[in-house]
């Protein structure tokens, strides 16, 4: 099991958008993926359960990771939560929310 606390910075905190992305993010690793937010746990391959957490900029999540991929879900997943989750904002990263639009 992999846990880590990170700070969201985006303006808008995790909302549908930036969610979207890191839930699609979440689905492709056969690791469990948790988030909790202030003692609100959800369930981070689920949109609607993510949403219920609430999470607002400057909020510290605590990201839960347990599976056979955890060491790299926990590393892409930090990325694109550190990255603002493409929100307009640039990196170098190749996570799915600084693709171009194809």
Do not use: W, Y
Not at 40 to 58: E, P, Q, V
């Amino acid at each position: 099991m992999q846990t880590a606390q990170i700070i969201v910075t985006n303006e808008n905190g995790l909302h549908t958008r930036p969610g979207a992305v890191f839930v699609k993010a979440c689905q492709g690793f056969a690791s469990t993926v948790t988030v909790d937010n202030k003692g609100h746990k959800a369930d981070a391959k689920s949109l609607m359960k993510l949403m219920s957490a609430g999470i607002t900029k400057n909020d510290m999540i605590t990201l839960t990771i347990e599976g056979s991929d955890e060491a790299a879900a926990m590393e892409q997943l930090k990325v694109i939560i550190e990255g603002l989750i493409g929100e307009g904002k640039t990196s170098d990263c190749h996570c799915p929310c600084h693709e171009a639009p194809g």
